[in-house]
């Protein structure tokens, strides 16, 4: 961090900030690499966060699977009970607008197979470029937090709401025939959660 007093122009520094006579700008802190932080108190600062946290957990693979039982009503009939019975769908991982429109296919999955991505990948399907991106949302609801700071998704965690929509045909044009279970579809729609989401020393 270095700090000086802030100046009524952006015309960067002149001296050295450690002496405590050059003023502080905006766009001296830029061309340093840094943020450009008013104190408020007369001072300015520029200064950087350094993130010591391991950075290979990019590269882990986050994977789950999903089943869809529907009922068959040629058995449930013949019965007289319900009969549910398992079908391989389709999966088709897809990101939407806050409205849940405009969607946009991100990858297509096969039946019956696990939906696998590294985590960088989970990333860049809701749009965040890396853990390094500042999570401009982090401070929502947590009045402690400088609107100054330079929060990173590494340090506040990031939270990613799958919501799954199972759409097609349900009866025994499905599920009497394995061959037409292709008329149903898995829409998993991906959204990025705005806040802090860091589970800290509960992990």
């Not at 290979?56 to 058995?75: A, C, K, M, R, T």
Request: charged share 25%; proline share 3%.
């Amino acid at each position: 961090v270095m700090t000086g007093p802030c100046s009524g122009g952006d015309l960067g520094f002149k001296k050295d900030l450690r002496l405590g006579n050059s003023s502080v700008t905006p766009s001296y802190c830029a061309s340093k690499g840094m943020w450009y932080k008013n104190n408020n108190n007369g001072m300015c600062s520029c200064y950087k966060m350094q993130n010591l946290f391991t950075k290979g957990i990019e590269d882990v693979s986050l994977q789950f699977s999903h089943e869809l039982e529907v009922s068959n009503p040629v058995i449930t009939k013949a019965m007289q009970k319900t009969d549910f019975v398992p079908v391989n769908v389709e999966s088709v991982l897809q990101t939407c607008d806050s409205y849940g429109n405009n969607c946009k296919e991100v990858a297509r999955i096969g039946k019956g197979k696990s939906v696998e991505k590294k985590l960088s990948e989970w990333l860049n399907v809701v749009g965040v470029d890396g853990l390094d991106e500042v999570n401009k949302g982090a401070s929502v609801g947590r009045d402690i937090f400088n609107p100054d700071w330079k929060l990173t998704y590494r340090m506040t965690g990031i939270k990613i709401a799958l919501k799954f929509d199972y759409r097609g045909r349900d009866g025994p044009e499905s599920v009497g025939d394995p061959t037409k279970e292709d008329g149903i579809v898995c829409y998993i729609t991906a959204k990025l959660t705005d806040g802090w989401h860091s589970f800290g020393s509960s992990v």
